[in-house]
């Protein structure tokens, strides 16, 4: 039994994030389980960034360890902190990585447009042209190859499918 002066260091601690542990009967009492833990704090181009990252290191060897680390990240953080990296790990397609990537900022946009089924308006640069033209897009996916981003989807005013290169957004 713990007295009242026990009972509000026990409430402190636990409000510090300390786990406390009892155990009952003659050899019983109480100990610290685990320490405070800090919370992670992550921009939504940061974790997007780290989706990438883990995209993009994934090969047929590393893919589960890949997705195991993902895992253990998002389970960390909360659902709405987690959703910016979800998106872009949910949204794309590894085939092959051997080329630099586009801006995080860029990706998580277009991811959150796939994963919410909306239209985007974008800017597109063919390799060659000096000048860009404007599309609207219904995105269906992400799709990494040769560390490539591409993002596949239908374009409205062709009413035809297409694949457009991302870092050329």
Do not use: C
């Amino acid at each position: 039994q713990l007295s009242r002066d026990q009972r509000s260091i026990e409430q402190t601690l636990r409000d510090a994030g300390f786990t406390i542990a009892s155990t009952s009967g003659p050899a019983g009492g109480y100990r610290l389980e685990r320490g405070p833990r800090m919370p992670l704090v992550f921009t939504q181009e940061e974790l997007a960034a780290l989706a990438m990252s883990l995209v993009e290191s994934s090969d047929a060897m590393a893919d589960e360890a890949a997705l195991t680390a993902a895992s253990k990240i998002l389970q960390g953080l909360p659902a709405r902190a987690a959703a910016p990296a979800q998106a872009v790990l949910e949204a794309a397609t590894i085939v092959d990585n051997r080329l630099p990537r586009p801006t995080a900022s860029v990706v998580l946009r277009l991811a959150n447009a796939v994963e919410q089924a909306q239209q985007v308006s974008l800017d597109h640069r063919p390799g060659s042209a000096s000048e860009s033209s404007r599309r609207i897009f219904e995105p269906w996916g992400l799709v990494v190859r040769h560390r490539h981003w591409y993002l596949l989807g239908r374009d409205t005013a062709r009413d035809a499918t297409r694949t457009y290169r991302i870092d050329r957004v």
